[in-house]
């Protein structure tokens, strides 16, 4: 794979081994719920997007300003797309998952164990928002953000959605490297459900965990709401306004995506996955999607993910970012799929967890990830112009004054974006060491 150093750390060898991305390597109408558009499907090569290559904008996020950690388990997933469920344990490394969670935890502070990575993570959040230079302390609760959008009760189905041995990864590193109590956990999807196989997997290995969804019962507690408490930034029209108290009442949130796109925006990655905790109905057909989508021309707008990213319960709470790539998907729904020809992954699942402290660069990445690998995916053109908006929202190219609290507090940048230099080489500013801008750095482990 060119422009990467190719360090191989051995067939399930113990440890990992980083390949750092560096000098040396590497909508809709206002009212109109996303399925009832009409996609613009793009037929001619290349995708158009809001910022050039290698140009960031805004002001990169963490202890490694800017950086994305990318795992890469090559044998994580091996689902072939006939018989049976995607997130089937036979087809899936719980191994494998466990190890994404901690290489990229590592990876992403520098550390050398998922317990120091876990305390950078707590001290960063901590002093941040001004609560002390302090780690975690017992009874603070840590609130984690799943996106289960394709589920319609609390019955499997074989659609994507968070994948189970990915949730279970995260539980494990938690509580056992993180130090954060079972009971003081919890695993949010308000607006959806969270389905038998995922619920019963986490629940067997972590019974006192809290399982919060839109309905409850079944062992589920039912989400409640705190009214009004988003105040857009402009005028939404009926947008929900409700933030689940799972979040509201948290200390720490924890956002984790994953990799897909979405009719409407292109893409659907952290910024979206924040529309989840909103007081929304469980069938998106009854909700609201105002100002979700980019313009057609690309000329700037505000988009309402802007508001999400910023306001002090979502963004300003969130310590960590998570794009869950082990299958990845083209579309919103449906199966996963198609398989992957980008190298490294050469025809097979993407087998990838991405982290960050910077909301607006691992989504940049996975833009630049899905858009390249499937740059017909519908309505792809300027999926970035929220992620310029965020970077800049301070001054933003729109000119929309975000104040998603409306307490006359102003958003500065929440994060740094940019496009990479090319699909192969994978490159971004910090990487050819030109300072500010993204960080990707890789680690693999081969797992067949």
């Not at 074989?158 to 993180?178: D, K």
């Not at 630049?368 to 310029?388: G, Q, W």
Request: charged fraction near 20%; include cysteine.
């Amino acid at each position: 794979m060119k422009g990467l150093q190719h360090v191989n750390s051995g067939r399930r060898s113990a440890g990992y081994v980083f390949r750092a991305v560096s000098l040396a390597a590497i909508a809709f109408a206002a009212v109109m719920p996303a399925a009832c558009a009409q996609p613009e499907i793009r037929t001619e090569l290349p995708v158009r997007q809001t910022l050039a290559p290698l140009s960031p904008v805004g002001e990169a996020r963490g202890v490694n300003p800017g950086r994305v950690a990318w795992s890469h388990a090559p044998g994580a997933a091996s689902w072939d797309g006939g018989d049976g469920f995607w997130f089937d344990d036979a087809f899936n490394s719980q191994q494998a998952c466990d190890w994404l969670v901690e290489s990229a935890l590592c990876t992403l502070t520098g550390t050398q164990s998922a317990a120091e990575a876990w305390n950078v993570l707590f001290v960063s959040s901590n002093r941040e928002r001004q609560r002390g230079d302090r780690g975690y302390e017992v009874g603070e609760t840590v609130t984690i953000k799943i996106n289960n959008n394709n589920t319609y009760s609390h019955d499997d189905n074989g659609e994507i959605n968070a994948s189970p041995q990915m949730v279970l990864a995260l539980l494990r590193s938690l509580v056992g490297q993180g130090g954060v109590p079972q009971v003081n956990i919890i695993v949010a999807e308000p607006s959806r459900y969270i389905t038998d196989y995922l619920f019963d997997k986490c629940h067997m290995a972590f019974p006192e965990v809290r399982y919060l969804d839109n309905s409850g019962g079944d062992g589920r507690v039912k989400a409640e709401y705190r009214a009004d408490a988003m105040v857009y930034s402009q005028d939404n029209g009926q947008l929900a306004r409700g933030i689940a108290t799972a979040f509201t009442d948290a200390d720490y949130v924890i956002n984790m995506a994953l990799l897909k796109g979405h009719v409407g925006q292109g893409v659907t990655l952290c910024g979206k996955n924040w529309y989840g905790t909103m007081s929304i109905h469980s069938d998106w057909r009854r909700n609201f999607h105002n100002n979700f989508n980019q313009s057609r021309d690309g000329s700037p707008k505000y988009i309402t993910f802007v508001d999400f990213m910023g306001h002090g319960y979502l963004g300003g709470k969130c310590m960590l970012y998570l794009v869950d790539g082990l299958y990845g998907c083209r579309n919103v729904g449906g199966k996963p799929g198609p398989k992957w020809s980008m190298e490294p992954f050469g025809g097979n699942w993407p087998c990838s967890l991405f982290a960050s402290q910077d909301p607006v660069a691992i989504d940049m990445v996975g833009v630049d990830f899905l858009t390249n690998e499937f740059p017909d995916m519908p309505d792809v053109d300027y999926s970035d112009m929220y992620l310029s908006e965020a970077a800049q929202a301070g001054n933003a190219p729109s000119g929309t004054v975000y104040d998603p609290e409306g307490d006359g507090m102003r958003l500065g940048s929440l994060g740094v974006a940019e496009h990479w230099d090319n699909a192969t080489d994978k490159r971004y500013s910090r990487n050819l060491g030109r300072g500010d801008g993204i960080e990707l750095v890789l680690v693999e482990k081969d797992f067949r």
